[in-house]
């Protein structure tokens, strides 16, 4: 079998454990590291995939938990900007993609280490409008839409499964419209379908393994969000470093 479609496949299988276990993240797993082996265009269309993919059975299981209203607002903000997001991916460098990448797992991580009280006591529509915008931006051009929607839900007087719901609906519904503004840029190709067609079976064993894992997260109170951020804060750092050229 080719290495590479081994490679990816076990990309693809820890991105697909990672959102089932914490309700983001597949692309801050598989973007980076899909992008050292396949590169940048094509790491991004398939993690936008998969991601769109690993949301449907998680946002089912979760419904009667997701904030809708705010979801809701979220995509309304993040629809125009992933057709802006899309084009900087189709014209922009592959080295400007990745050191972006690098330092939106960065920022990312270092988030996640801030222990967060509630900001919003209740949904402030701009706020949420801008934050569903960063995010199509930064999902249709760097694969990661999560940074601005995970702070964001970070700030509000949520449970983790609301917390965790919202995140996975509002995912589901941006990523329909990133992977279409991948399409009509000419990104999904065939070499695209075929290492999404040949990863299919490591992402279901991947997703049902995390969520697996997150019944016993919440079960024992363990907190996987900071092993997970560091692991990430490593691959941020080492994309800065690689592509960043004094």
């Known amino acids: ?42 790491a991004v269309p398939i993690a936008g995939i ?8 998680i946002a089912w299981k979760m419904r009667h938990s997701i904030q809708r209203q705010t979801g809701l607002i979220l995509f309304a903000g993040s629809v125009p900007a992933s057709f802006v997001g899309a084009k900087l991916l189709a014209t922009m460098p592959s080295q400007y993609i990745l050191l972006t990448m690098g330092l939106v797992l960065i920022i990312s991580s270092l988030h996640s280490f801030r222990a967060t009280k509630p900001v919003f006591q209740k949904t402030s529509i701009p706020v949420t409008i ?7 931006v930064l999902g249709a051009s760097v694969g990661e ?12 007087p949520w449970t983790a499964d609301q917390v965790k719901s919202t995140l996975t609906f509002f995912f589901m519904l941006q990523m329909i419209g990133a992977n279409i503004s991948f399409w009509n ?33 919440q079960k ?14 490593f691959i941020g750092c080492a994309l800065v470093f690689k592509n960043l050229h004094f």
């Open 145 to 156: 839409s999560g940074p601005p929607v995970i702070a964001y839900t970070s700030m509000q």
């Open 50 to 57: 998969f991601g769109w993919l690993v949301t449907l059975p």
């Open 130 to 136: 801008g934050a569903g915008f960063t995010s199509g």
């Open 185 to 217: 840029e000419g990104l999904i190709t065939d070499e695209v379908i075929s290492h999404v067609i040949s990863a299919l079976p490591a992402f279901a064993i991947g997703l049902a393994g995390g969520m697996v894992g997150y019944h016993y997260l």
């Open 1 to 42: 079998m080719d290495t590479t479609i081994i490679f990816v496949s076990l990309i693809i299988a820890l991105a697909g454990f990672t959102q089932g276990l914490t309700g983001f993240g597949s692309a801050l797993v598989s973007v980076p590291l899909l992008s050292l082996i396949v590169g940048a265009q094509t």
């Open 220 to 233: 024992y109170n363990i907190n996987y969000h900071k092993i997970v951020h560091s692991f990430l804060l």
